[in-house]
């Protein structure tokens, strides 16, 4: 059996105070790729890891344990 490790993952909201990122700056970055991000219903969820890669100035985020499945 295969281990998937998924990545940890917040709402607009949760992102930004979890970050201190405004949450219509968030929003910005979603929408223009430069954060990872998966709409799920009416909510955008975001990549944390993705969120803290960009803060740092990482143009693509480093996710350790994340396995890509190829089907």
Not at 27 to 54: D, E, Y
């Amino acid at each position: 059996m295969m281990n998937v490790d998924f990545p940890r993952m917040g709402t607009i909201a949760q992102a930004a105070a979890e970050s201190g990122v405004p949450a219509y700056r968030v929003r910005q970055l979603c929408k223009s790729g430069q954060v990872r991000s998966v709409q799920c219903g009416r909510k955008v969820l975001v990549n944390l890891s993705s969120l803290a890669a960009w803060m740092q100035g990482d143009s693509e985020p480093v996710q350790p344990g994340i396995h890509r499945v190829q089907l």
